[in-house]
């Protein structure tokens, strides 16, 4: 069992920088692949990054790639986002995930575990 919660969501302006975290609970974080995923309203979610748990590899949604860093810290338990020259339409909600043995990382049915989210808005 996994516990996620995520931090660090809030409203900034366009160009602007966020740093989202996630902390997770019990002694296995570095066994689990870690993903962000984001949804705005209406819309389905829709994966943002992801970061594996043995060689902590990355991979990114086009959209964001060149401005978002994931990152982890085993030591710690936590998993982070930081967001770079961020546009409005990055405005969602931004869940972290954390699942084993997945095929597809970009698709949320692979994760087994999720945080509630926290909400990040850009601005003009």
């Known amino acids: 069992q996994v516990q996620l919660v995520e931090s660090g969501g809030g409203l900034v302006q366009a160009r602007g920088s966020l740093r989202l975290s996630c902390a997770a609970s019990?002694?296995?974080?570095?066994?689990?692949?870690m993903g962000w995923f984001r949804q705005a309203p209406g819309k389905e979610r829709a994966f943002v990054a992801t970061?594996?748990?043995?060689?902590?590899?990355?991979y990114y949604a086009d959209s964001v790639k060149g401005r978002f860093t994931i990152l982890r810290d085993n030591a710690k338990n936590t998993l982070y986002l930081q967001m770079n020259s961020l546009k409005p339409e990055d405005t969602a909600d931004y869940y972290c995930?954390?699942?084993?043995?997945?095929?597809?990382?970009?698709?949320?049915?692979?994760?087994?575990?999720w945080g509630q989210g926290t909400q990040v808005t850009v601005s003009t």
């Open positions: 970061i594996s748990g043995s060689d902590a590899s990355t």
């Open positions: 995930a954390a699942g084993r043995g997945i095929l597809f990382t970009y698709k949320p049915g692979e994760y087994e575990y």
């Open positions: 019990g002694r296995t974080f570095s066994t689990y692949r």
